[in-house]
Every structure is written in C-alpha cells, then in structure tokens.
Nanobody, 119 residues
Framework: QVQLVESGGGLVQAGESLRLSCAASGSIFSVNVMGWYRQVPGKQRELVATITRSGYTNYADSVKGRFTISRDNAKNTIYLQMNNLKPEDTAVYHC?????????????WGQGTQVTVSS
C-alpha cells in the first residue's frame, strides 16, 4: 500500500501563490506516476498535473503556465507550485499515485487539502 498526505492548502487572494506538498510512504517502489487532482462539490474531479518517475510532466490546459509539478525523490514528496491563483482554482486538491506507466488509473489517494482563492 501507499500512503499519501497532502499539506499546504489555505485561503489566498487572487494573484497570490501557494505550494502544495504530498508526502508518500509505504510501497513507493511500485509508483510510476503521481498526480494532482482537484474537486469542487457537484462537479467532476479534474486532473491538474502529473509527473512520472523520470520527471516527465503534463498539465491541464487551465493551469498551464501558472502551476508547476515537481518531485523530490529523496524525500518521497511531490509538490504543486501554484502561481497567479484565480477564484476558479478553488477546490479540494488531492494527490494520487499510479502503478501504471501511463497513469491512466490511480490506486491510492490522499485525503485532500482545501485551496480557496478569493477575488
């Protein structure tokens, strides 16, 4: 099993920045792709960004140029640097891990951290 714990959420004003962290533990040798998702009540969960074991990244169009996903393998942690935040970025952000090389399906999820952006 893989345990994922997110941190770093909070309340900010539009235009400000936040950095989310996701610390992984357990059977992390099985993880090939990690990702950040976000969810707003009543809406479908949205993929925000992914990063492979080798560092290849992918982003949703809505966050390209503003968000950066990165990883620190020594700390078994991934990060999501969020700049120029907008009210529409308000959501609960979850990190997730996948054993697949494509990252199509995710096996483990963190509990989530709330990000609220005021206008």
């Amino acid at each position: 099993q893989v345990q994922l714990v997110e941190s770093g959420g909070g309340l900010v004003q539009a235009g400000e920045s936040l950095r989310l962290s996701c610390a992984a533990s357990g059977s992390i040798f099985s993880v090939n792709v990690m990702g950040w998702y976000r969810q707003v009540p009543g809406k479908q969960r949205e993929l925000v960004a992914t990063i492979t074991r080798s560092g290849y990244t992918n982003y949703a169009d809505s966050v390209k140029g503003r968000f950066t996903i990165s990883r620190d393998n020594a700390k078994n942690t991934i990060y999501l640097q969020m700049n120029n935040l907008k009210p529409e970025d308000t959501a609960v952000y979850h990190c997730a891990s996948s054993r697949e090389y494509t990252g199509t399906n995710y096996d483990y999820w963190g509990q989530g951290t709330q990000v609220t952006v005021s206008s």
